[in-house]
């Protein structure tokens, strides 16, 4: 699976747009882009995930730039909940027998009231 | 709402015990995982299985294993604690859909001392 480099902290304003980037340059053509947070004592949560297409759901959008070499996760409307580490993770389509998920040391995201 | 739970939140061991973490997910998923967080270190993946009674290793299962009797309960045991598996361990399940395995879903986790 492909490396990612993430800032180790952020901070964004409550209600505004927060904006996590992820750098993955070696990224292969099958290899998906995932984003999970953890939120202090709790386990990983999954946010979204994409291939080469920009993604929207209802917690986050996904944009991912057209060489896929980096990709930026955001919540558009920053909450004090959102406070949390934000794990990028570039890995290829799961399937039988490769599921692991291999997280890196992520972002802590901080939300300023 | 899929639910992992995980039988302990804080558990404190002393050196050569035997210890059982219990793991539950009542989505009828698949797939379950045991991972391991530490400092610095992210999350490592310790066992998988993708079935009942079926198993893989992951990238770190010495002084590890697991039980997987039935669908929903995925064990991980230490068979002999030692201090270096003092860690925060995380249990996760994903549905196979389509013939892909989809996003993992984690219970809240087990802070594992072993003094």
């Known amino acids: 699976d492909a490396k990612t480099t993430q800032p180790p902290s952020m901070d964004c304003a409550e209600g505004r747009a927060a904006n996590l980037p992820c750098n993955h340059s070696?990224?292969?053509?099958?290899?998906?882009v995932y984003w999970y947070r953890q939120i202090h004592s709790q386990g990983p949560q999954y946010i979204i995930h994409g291939l080469k297409n920009n993604e929207t759901n209802e917690m986050a959008s996904l944009i991912i730039t057209e060489d896929r070499k980096s990709s930026t996760l955001i919540l558009p409307h920053a909450t004090l909940r959102d406070t949390a580490v934000y794990y990028c993770?570039?890995?290829?389509?799961?399937?039988?027998?490769?599921?692991?998920?291999?997280f890196g040391t992520g972002t802590r995201l901080t939300i300023i009231p | 709402d899929v639910k992992v739970t995980q039988s302990s939140r804080y558990l404190v061991k002393r050196t050569g015990e035997k210890v059982f973490l219990e793991c539950v997910q009542d989505?009828?998923?698949?797939?379950m995982f045991w991972y391991r967080q530490d400092p610095g270190l992210g999350l490592r993946l310790i066992y998988f299985s993708y079935d009942v009674k079926m198993k893989e290793k992951g990238d770190i299962p010495e002084g590890y294993s697991v039980s997987r009797e039935k669908k929903e309960r995925f064990s991980l045991i230490l068979e002999s604690a030692s201090t270096n598996q003092t860690s925060m361990y995380l249990c996760?399940?994903?549905?196979?859909?389509?013939?892909?395995?989809?996003?993992?879903?984690f219970g809240p986790g087990t802070r594992l001392t072993v003094l």
């Open positions: 993770i570039v890995r290829v389509a799961p399937n039988f027998g490769n599921e692991k998920l291999t």
């Open positions: 070696t990224i292969s053509g099958n290899e998906y």
């Open positions: 996760a399940s994903s549905p196979v859909a389509g013939g892909l395995a989809r996003e993992q879903f």
């Open positions: 989505m009828d998923h698949e797939n």
